[in-house]
């Protein structure tokens, strides 16, 4: 054995004299060949660690698309080879627009690491270490244990209301877009002036966005004072609804005049049930079909509305404990650089676990019950923002569903209709929409304009994005963007805030359209 071996390893070193010596039975090899064993140990070790660290993550993918035995049979799509592949692919080339398939949502398999779910109890920790402390003020305050949620019941108040305007906004989009499309439709092949026809219908389209969707619950939300987290329901399932219109109407004109350009004779018309089943669906890009999941876990559904019910409840604390003593006495103090760099930096934290609940509750929680319950197998909600090293992928991962809507139907449509060349200028625009929609929905919760979102959207939004962009890489770049983050949510809590109690303790007399545009943080000083 020792001679073959010694033959093979002769031609990498010149032949020299061998010193064996026996040694318990084991035979050591001296010499020339444990000089060149040494040599060749760390190519060795570092081919075995490349195959090793290939295997696992294969190993790791496959597991976590295999999932638990309850799971596979959910989404027995995801145990093929291909299944796979399209889940690392998320996005379908431009020409064929998104493509869904099965996947879970990434916190649901995070959660299976018992690391992460400690985390995840670290946060129960704290929302029962803030009911303790506002149970315990109260108690010495006033004698008594204090349960009430006057600021939960306010906020919330004139349900009713919120509930007719969803009524009629949700009927009106289920009865008026499909309506014009059928009709359009049936009439264009057989029409002599098609262009006619076609800007007839759409002028009727756009009329009801703008004046039934857009004018008329923005004047049921002024005109009956509804509350702010009222106003929230209304304003968001008011942009959510034309979103969704207008991406039934922009994917299903395309195929008709298809269809009419190769005369097959036939127009396909999506069913009104396929229309419906997509109002609901948690997904703004319209399909015929979508994959489904074969059962509903009710008891997955009931814990996702609990989580839901639970965020509620942990940002009510987070403001009592943490905003609400620190903005309420504001307006008593001048206006001046350090109190507002002081007002910032105590707003962080309040910031950061709102934007947290935000996500959790919202883009997990609520879009997975919702989900559940459709049977709807496409849970790529988001994606690991948390680790994003740049803005540019922050904002693709942060929210996958308003990020496809707009990568799919804004920036793609301006550069159809403008050419690529000017993909700066179509990004400039999607942000100049994005900035102006969510300053329009602030403006409209809290009954004044303060723009500062906008600010901060699209002018550090956009300059972030250049400059962070993909090509930067590494922990370093992860540290910066999670510090901007933290600081600008400092910032939102804080000017908005200081602005909600100066518009409560400095009221203006018969106001006028300027008085609601002046921001009066600026102005109100108030002696208690």
Request: glycine share 4%; proline share 5%; with cysteine.
């Amino acid at each position: 054995m020792i001679v073959e071996g010694s033959a093979r390893l002769a031609p990498l070193q010149p032949p020299r004299p061998l010193r064996m010596k026996k040694h318990r039975g084991d035979l050591r090899v001296r010499g020339p060949f444990k000089t060149q064993a040494m040599q060749l140990k760390p190519a060795f070790m570092k081919e075995v660690d490349s195959h090793f660290t290939e295997f696992v993550n294969s190993l790791v993918a496959k597991s976590a698309l295999l999932d638990s035995s309850s799971a596979a049979s959910l989404f027995p799509a995801s145990c093929a080879e291909k299944e796979l592949h399209k889940a690392k692919n998320s996005r379908a080339p431009p020409e064929h627009g998104k493509i869904f398939t099965a996947r879970r949502s990434l916190l649901d398999e995070l959660f299976e690491v018992s690391h992460i779910t400690t985390i995840y109890h670290m946060f129960i920790a704290l929302l029962i270490v803030f009911i303790l402390s506002t149970l315990l003020v109260d108690f010495i305050d006033e004698g008594r244990l204090v349960l009430g949620f006057d600021l939960l019941v306010f906020v919330f108040g004139k349900f009713p209301v919120v509930f007719c305007t969803w009524l009629c906004m949700f009927s009106a989009t289920v009865v008026v877009p499909y309506n014009l499309f059928v009709w359009w439709a049936q009439g264009y092949s057989s029409s002599s002036h098609r262009a006619v026809h076609s800007f007839f219908y759409g002028m009727l389209f756009t009329l009801f966005q703008i004046a039934g969707l857009g004018f008329g619950p923005t004047y049921v939300a002024v005109a009956y004072a509804l509350p702010p987290a009222s106003r929230f329901i209304v304003i968001l399932e008011q942009v959510r609804l034309v979103m969704k219109a207008h991406s039934f109407i922009r994917e299903n004109v395309p195929r008709v005049l298809s269809s009419v350009k190769d005369k097959s004779g036939t127009v396909h018309i999506p069913r009104i049930s396929q229309y419906l089943y997509f109002l609901f669906a948690p997904t703004l890009i319209y399909r015929d079909n979508y994959p489904r999941n074969p059962t509903i876990r009710w008891g997955y559904v009931a814990t996702k509305f609990a989580q839901v019910l639970g965020s509620l409840f942990y940002a009510y604390y987070i403001f009592v404990r943490l905003c609400i003593p620190l903005f309420r006495n504001s307006s008593q103090e001048t206006f001046n650089l350090r109190g507002l760099v002081l007002c910032i930096f105590n707003s962080i934290l309040p910031g950061v676990l709102i934007l947290f609940l935000v996500f959790f509750a919202f883009l997990h929680c609520w879009l997975n019950a919702f989900a559940e319950m459709l049977r709807f197998a496409d849970r790529m909600f988001y994606k690991d923002w948390w680790n994003s090293t740049s803005y540019a992928n922050y904002y693709r991962t942060w929210n996958v569903v308003v990020h496809d809507w707009l990568y799919y139907y804004a920036y793609r449509d301006f550069l159809w209709f403008f050419g690529k060349k000017f993909r700066a200028a179509a990004m400039l625009s999607v942000f100049t929409v994005s900035a102006a929609v969510h300053e329009y929905v602030l403006s409209i919760c809290f009954g004044f304009f303060y723009p500062v979102l906008f600010c901060l959207f699209s002018c550090f939004g956009v300059v972030f994005n250049f400059t962070l962009n993909d090509s930067r890489k590494g922990p370093f770049w992860n540290v910066i963007m999670w510090t901007s983050l933290f600081l600008g949510q400092g910032v939102i809590i804080c000017l908005y805030s200081q602005e909600w109690y100066a518009r409560q303790y400095c009221p203006v007399e018969n106001p006028t359209f300027l008085d609601y545009l002046k921001p009066r943080s600026w102005s109100c000083h108030v002696k208690m």
